[in-house]
C-alpha cells in the first residue's frame, strides 16, 4: 500500500474554489481503480493550507491516476490557485 500526502498552499481568497473542486472530484478519486481512500486535511493554524491524504493499492496504481482524464482536470484547475509550490511524500507502512 502507497500512502500518499499532499500539501498545497493556497490564494487565501482561492481557497473556496479549491473546496469546490475538491468536493466535485473526490468522489471519483476515490472510484479509481487502486484508491482505497481520499480525505482533505486543513492545516490547525493556516487555514489556507490544506492536505490530501490517499492510499492506493501500489505506486503503478497512483501512476495511473496522474496520467488520467481526471487528473488532467482536476490538477491544472487546483495548480492555478496556489500560493506556493506543492510538497508531496510516499510513505509505506512498517
Known sequence: MLIRIVRMTFLA???DEF???FESSKDKIKAFDGCNHVELLQDFNQPNVYSTYSLWDSEEHLN??????LFGQVWPA????????????????V
Do not use: D, V
Open 78 to 93: 487546483t495548480k492555478s490557485l496556489f500560493a506556493a509550490k506543492p510538497e508531496t511524500w510516499s510513505y509505506r507502512q
Open 19 to 21: 473546496l469546490a473542486i
Open 13 to 15: 481568497e482561492k481557497t
Open 64 to 69: 495511473q491516476y496522474r496520467r488520467s482524464e
